[in-house]
């Protein structure tokens, strides 16, 4: 009988803190996209210079987000931030929604 | 094997041109992508739009796909089964069906997976969020270890543990629980009090994740108003904080007795609460 192991995952939020390399390993994404990303305002690292740049754990996911939106739906970085600045706000309003909505 | 329907899958007529599929297609990817839906089951309809669309946008796979479905169907069903076997050991897991992949997969087309990371999603109660533990997730039969104070759409990432060597991600959502609301970090509660404890004020038990507490209620507190318990939400630095809001329940009048004491209150504490809407 195999023992069942705990998987223990890294939880991605903004405690963990990334370099440049270390998120384009990551994410298996040219440092060039993700200097385009910066540049768009995708992505909002802390620090002047490419090899200053900090990111957060979310931007692992914002990062994969884009990539996705960009390979399916062949969006340019423009309409990309956009839509991510959307998504952000509606998945705000749910949630506020939900503490209005009617409990027991 | 059944065939499939790509016209109606991409909501067009048999007859429609490249232009017109297109269009409709790439609404439908819009509409159905993963990202932007929040239907189960939208991954699975993404898949099968775009599948759809790689056939029909090329019009030889086109003219093949109108044969099969005119008739020729029988005849393409006799395909000897050593040429079907080829294609399932030559290729890994792909996005396609299997329809798709035996009849219009390209004999050398190299399949790029969309990603060879896995994503999977669990469901996990607001308990179990705020106190940190295990869960079975549906994939590999792995129990992975919940964080203690796990927000609403974190995501953890396992390295290695998706396919070929990719990354396992699993998003959590936290299912609604029937008294506590979670927005960030912050706890919800509605709170039922009754008419004297609004108006005269008391200190009742209230209900945290933590456990219970006693609670001041200001005198003349009134539906609605929100009370906040610093600290009491969710873990972190700083914690979240437990918001309380009130709603007043009012007894309904069984007896004689609780008829005439509303009676009485209507007597000696008269006021329109309608008053700034004009009646």
């Known amino acids: ?104 | 094997m059944d065939i499939k329907n790509y016209y109606a899958t991409l909501n067009v007529p048999e007859k429609a041109t490249t232009e017109e599929i297109k269009r409709s297609y790439r609404k439908l990817a819009r509409q159905y992508h993963p990202d932007v839906s929040k239907l189960p089951d939208a991954e699975a309809r993404f898949k099968e739009v775009n599948e759809a669309w790689e056939v029909l946008k090329d019009p030889q796979k086109r003219a093949q796909y109108d044969q099969m479905r005119a008739g020729g169907w029988q005849q393409q069903q006799q395909r000897p089964q050593g040429h079907q076997r080829q294609y399932s050991e030559a290729y890994t897991e792909n996005d396609f069906s299997d329809f798709f992949n035996t009849f219009f997969q390209d004999r050398f087309q190299q399949q790029q997976a969309r990603t060879q990371d896995v994503h999977a999603k669990i469901h996990i109660p607001l308990k179990l969020a705020y106190e940190g533990g295990e869960q079975a997730i549906d994939y590999k039969n792995l129990k992975i270890k919940i964080p203690k104070g796990v927000l609403q759409g974190s995501q953890l990432r396992l390295k290695g543990q998706g396919k070929n060597n990719g990354d396992l991600y699993v998003e959590i959502h936290i299912v609604p629980d029937p008294y506590f609301s979670l927005h960030h970090k912050d706890v919800h509660l509605k709170l039922p009090i009754t008419p004297w404890e609004a108006a005269l004020g008391a200190t009742i038990d209230v209900p945290t994740l933590g456990g219970n507490l006693k609670m001041k209620i200001p005198p003349n507190s009134q539906a609605g108003q929100k009370l906040r318990l610093k600290g009491k939400g969710f873990p972190g630095s700083p914690p979240g904080d437990q918001y309380v809001i009130l709603q007043i329940v009012t007894p309904n009048a069984q007896t004689d007795k609780a008829k005439a004491l509303y009676q009485q209150m209507a007597t000696e504490m008269p006021f329109n609460p309608r008053a700034q809407l004009g009646v």
């Open chain 1, 1 to 104: 009988m195999t023992k069942l192991v705990i998987q223990e995952g890294t939880l991605l939020d903004n405690s963990k803190i990334y370099t440049l390399t270390e998120i384009t390993q990551i994410c298996v994404v040219d440092e060039k996209i993700m200097v385009e990303m910066v540049n768009y305002g995708i992505l909002e690292p802390i620090g002047h210079e490419p090899k200053e740049w900090r990111f957060q754990g979310d931007a692992v996911l914002r990062i994969k987000k884009a990539m996705r939106l960009k390979e399916d739906l062949a969006i340019n970085w423009p309409g990309i931030a956009l839509a991510l600045d959307l998504l952000a706000e509606i998945d705000e309003l749910r949630g506020l929604l939900e503490i209005r909505e009617e409990k027991i």
